[in-house]
Nanobody
Framework: QVQLVQSGGGLVQAGDSLRLSCAASGRPISTYGMGWFRQSPGKEREFVVA????????PYADSVKGRFTISRDNAKNTMYLQMNSLNPEDTAVYYC?????????????????WGQGTQVTVSS
């Protein structure tokens, strides 16, 4: 079973950038489909993007398309989410997750292991 530890959140201003990290241990990250989700207060957990075992990606959520980029470093066993041009609507707790399904699902239900979450707050 893989374990996921997140880092990289924080408080930034609108227009700034942040990079979130999701470090895996226990198994190679490339043996899982890996996803990023986010959750704002009072809202359901929202899919952001996922990466297949092959390294290919799913479509990004419309709300982040063109601004966020998912990547993976197999040597470091770590997944990243580069977030550019942040705006206050991006404020949320961000989660990484691992799925054993062949194609990483676009809903939270299909993920088996979750990181602890990291807060991203964007001020206007």
């Amino acid at each position: 079973q893989v374990q996921l530890v997140q880092s990289g959140g924080g408080l930034v201003q609108a227009g700034d950038s942040l990079r979130l990290s999701c470090a895996a241990s226990g198994r190679p990250i490339s043996t899982y489909g890996m996803g990023w989700f986010r959750q704002s207060p009072g809202k359901e957990r929202e899919f952001v993007v996922a990466m297949r075992r092959s390294g290919g990606t799913t479509p990004y959520a419309d709300s982040v398309k063109g601004r966020f980029t998912i990547s993976r470093d197999n040597a470091k066993n770590t997944m990243y989410l580069q977030m550019n041009s942040l705006n206050p609507e991006d404020t949320a707790v961000y989660y990484c997750a691992a799925s054993l399904m062949i194609l990483p699902p676009l809903t939270a239900k299909g993920y088996d292991v979750w990181g602890q979450g990291t807060q991203v707050t964007v001020s206007s």
